[in-house]
């Protein structure tokens, strides 16, 4: 990685954000691609987002990401907004155009996507219906993505219900909301199952659900990856199922916005994987 006085500038905006791994992966591929750049963590408070947003146009970056807690106030920050954007209702990419103005788009729907079909090659979103875990900012994405491949169905089950139903108003068919209590019993027939909340992560509760309704060759992926293998991915892939630990998400996502920053579409390999692990 070479840094001159005319290199491109991007970074990730969090609070906090040094757990974010997306530095290691940018900057694996600036220096893989010989690029004059650099990413760097930006750890911003809350109360100062759009401030310190608007200090980086200046600043010269090409752009941010954004994460928790920032990607709903980047989306009210941004000067336009890209419909992807718009529908799921969060930014988490902005690209800095040359007039200075900000462009806002989310590339979760993308990586989701990306990431099912390069671990389950042949995976189409319409085999069946699926189920989403939880009802926030990374199950909207998920939702979208789900409604543009042609999912016939897609059941969501959160803790909150009210949550639930909001996001099936919201989005319309093929949604539906199910109780909690019955998240088990809502595996039944699924093709796809998809844990978005933080159960199962380091530091939390295990995701307590049993998956005797869930048929064998049903997908499932967590997007937690902090454990790589969370115990409803070991507890999944010791019964047969196709299993899709959620690196993959992250590491997609990255690639529109380093596409925009840097000028060089990157690929996802496995030696990315490796360093982005090892960080």
């Given amino acids: 990685m070479t840094i001159t006085g005319a290199a491109r500038l991007a970074g990730v905006m969090g609070w906090p954000v040094s757990h974010s791994r997306s530095p290691v992966l940018h900057n694996f591929w600036l220096h893989e691609y010989g690029i004059d750049g650099a990413y760097v963590p930006l750890t911003v408070a809350p109360e100062a987002f759009e401030r310190c947003l608007g200090a980086l146009a200046l600043l010269g970056f090409a752009g941010v990401n954004v994460t928790v807690p920032h990607k709903e106030a980047a989306y009210a920050a941004v000067d336009e907004r890209d419909r992807l954007a718009?529908?799921?209702?969060?930014?988490?990419?902005?690209?800095?155009?040359?007039?200075?103005r900000s462009h806002g788009s989310n590339t979760d729907a993308f990586g989701f996507?990306?990431?099912?079909?390069?671990?389950?090659?042949?995976?189409?979103?319409?085999?069946?219906?699926?189920?989403?875990?939880?009802?926030?900012?990374?199950?909207?994405?998920?939702?979208?993505?789900?409604?543009?491949?042609?999912?016939?169905?897609?059941?969501?089950?959160?803790?909150?219900?009210?949550?639930?139903?909001?996001?099936?108003?919201?989005?319309?068919s093929p949604l539906s909301s199910i109780a909690w209590d019955e998240r088990s019993a809502a595996l039944d027939g699924a093709a796809l199952v998809v844990n978005t909340t933080t159960l199962g992560m380091v530091g939390k509760p295990p995701l307590d659900l049993a998956l005797d309704c869930l048929p064998r060759d049903a997908v499932v992926n967590d997007i937690v990856y902090a454990p790589m293998m969370t115990p409803?991915?070991?507890?999944?892939?010791?019964?047969?199922?196709?299993?899709?630990?959620?690196?993959?998400?992250?590491?997609?996502?990255?690639?529109?916005?380093?596409?925009?920053?840097?000028?060089?579409?990157?690929?996802v390999t496995d030696r990315l994987r490796a360093a982005v692990m090892s960080d």
Wanted: hydrophobic content about 45%; proline content about 5%; overall charge negative.
């Fill in 232 to 267: 409803l991915l070991t507890a999944a892939g010791a019964r047969g199922n196709p299993v899709v630990d959620g690196l993959g998400m992250l590491l997609h996502q990255a690639r529109p916005g380093f596409a925009l920053w840097f000028g060089v579409e990157p690929e």
């Fill in 86 to 100: 718009e529908r799921i209702g969060a930014v988490n990419t902005i690209v800095f155009n040359d007039d200075g």
């Fill in 113 to 172: 996507v990306e990431s099912l079909r390069t671990r389950v090659p042949g995976w189409f979103g319409a085999a069946g219906p699926a189920v989403v875990l939880g009802a926030g900012g990374a199950a909207r994405a998920i939702v979208a993505a789900l409604q543009d491949n042609g999912a016939p169905e897609i059941r969501i089950v959160n803790r909150t219900e009210e949550r639930a139903r909001g996001l099936v108003e919201e989005f319309g």
